[in-house]
């Protein structure tokens, strides 16, 4: 029997054959989605000054909406997805983009905190159906030879959301307000919903298998360790990432109306660590785990220390995205990586574990700003940044012992 460990096992997609040019473009349609979805998600960062201002409330009190769909994700997500895996994939992303859409309109016209909260929650039970059955849907598209770099290709929309979503959508609100701003990413929604309709093809049903069914495949070690660690790397990404905008403001000094062109050089350098994460992730994902979360830990630190010069700060920023925007493909191929029998629901529990962790980050962030001010969240993010960058090298051990072993037939 081989040593080889799970972790480094490859994505299995479905038996089904790969859809050829068709794959291809439905493909792509799920990147824009995700695009859409992410851009819904943490639009809330760009935002959240000019909301907290029209509202009322602290910057602090406002960045708990980005930990309250942060909770709902990670406790709807894992039982959500498996109650409705089942459903054709077509039918089930139309939904999503439409609940999407719903959800952004009734954001644009909330009157307070609490109905913008109920705004979040809708979006936040759907999210984790979307990323624990595109990803899958994308390897089964694809077919073996290319499931790792489809996966990264949906991840594209990550990218693109820290490119140009919240950027645009930032500038957006400050020229039209935050209303506006979630006003177009309705009608984008319903706007891809029609794409997709036209584009993707039906794809088979998977057979109908319960929850507590799926639950057992998961319960090897290496995979529930693999969890964990996306717990504490997405708790480092968002200590730091949820109140970027507002470092950007008072520490860096940058005027509210430059804040969302420095957002969208962060999310362009993302496109480059977009790019490595998946080109690195299938040959070692712990390795790659470690050393983007080392990165990040010193982009993070340094954004603060050279906030007062204008080309260390851009420097120091891209260090800090090509980290941040790496890390979501690292650890959601490294997860499906580890629970081959159930890819599915194993992406659905990253996203709600790593959701587990962006909740933990905000409220450590924000926790962390009224004691220490707001520079503070970047390092307290670096913190936890090192920490899973030596956990990631702690568990490469057992890996580099199973190599041995299959190279000199030896224990």
Not at 48 to 59: I, K, Q, Y
Not at 75 to 91: D, M, N
Not at 223 to 240: E, N
């Amino acid at each position: 029997m081989s040593t080889r460990s799970p972790a480094t096992s490859t994505i299995r997609p479905s038996a089904t054959a790969p859809h050829a040019g068709g794959g291809t473009a439905s493909i792509v349609v799920l990147a824009v989605a995700a695009f859409v979805i992410v851009t819904t998600e943490f639009l809330m960062v760009g935002l959240l000054p000019a909301l907290a201002r029209d509202l009322g409330v602290s910057v602090s009190e406002a960045g708990q909406l980005v930990t309250l769909f942060a909770v709902v994700v990670m406790l709807c997500g894992p039982v959500l997805t498996a109650s409705l895996a089942h459903i054709e994939r077509k039918r089930l992303f139309l939904a999503v983009l439409v609940l999407f859409a719903v959800s952004n309109a009734l954001a644009a016209l909330a009157p307070q905190l609490w109905t913008l909260a109920v705004a979040r929650v809708i979006p936040a039970l759907a999210l984790p159906v979307f990323w624990g059955t595109a990803s899958d849907t994308a390897a089964q598209l694809a077919g073996p030879q290319r499931a790792g770099r489809a996966v990264a290709t949906v991840y594209l929309g990550i990218s693109g959301a820290l490119l140009f979503g919240i950027p645009l959508g930032t500038l957006a609100g400050d020229a039209i307000g935050w209303r506006g701003a979630f006003w177009m990413l309705a009608a984008l929604s319903l706007l891809v919903a029609v794409v997709l309709a036209l584009v993707m093809p039906t794809l088979p049903a998977a057979a109908r298998v319960g929850f507590a069914e799926q639950a057992r495949r998961l319960r090897s070690r290496v995979f529930l360790a693999q969890v964990a660690l996306s717990v504490v790397v997405f708790t480092a990404m968002f200590t730091g990432y949820t109140y970027l905008a507002e470092l950007l403001e008072r520490v860096a000094l940058i005027p509210p109306a430059h804040v969302g062109w420095w957002l969208m050089g962060f999310g362009a350098v993302g496109l480059l660590g977009n790019w490595l994460g998946g080109r690195w992730v299938d040959r070692r994902p712990l390795a790659a785990t470690a050393g983007f979360s080392a990165l990040l830990a010193a982009g993070m630190v340094a954004s603060v220390l050279l906030a007062p010069w204008t080309l260390g700060l851009a420097a120091a920023l891209a260090v800090w995205g090509v980290a941040n925007t790496a890390l979501y493909p690292v650890c959601q191929i490294r997860v499906m990586q580890s629970a081959p029998q159930a890819q599915a629901l194993a992406g659905t529990i990253n996203v709600s574990a790593a959701n587990g962790g962006i909740a933990l980050g905000a409220v450590l962030g924000g926790a962390s700003i009224p004691l220490w001010g707001v520079g503070s969240v970047a390092f307290v993010g670096a913190a936890i940044a090192l920490l899973a960058a030596v956990a990631a090298a702690w568990a490469m051990r057992p890996v580099r012992w199973a190599r041995r072993v299959n190279a000199g037939g030896t224990s």
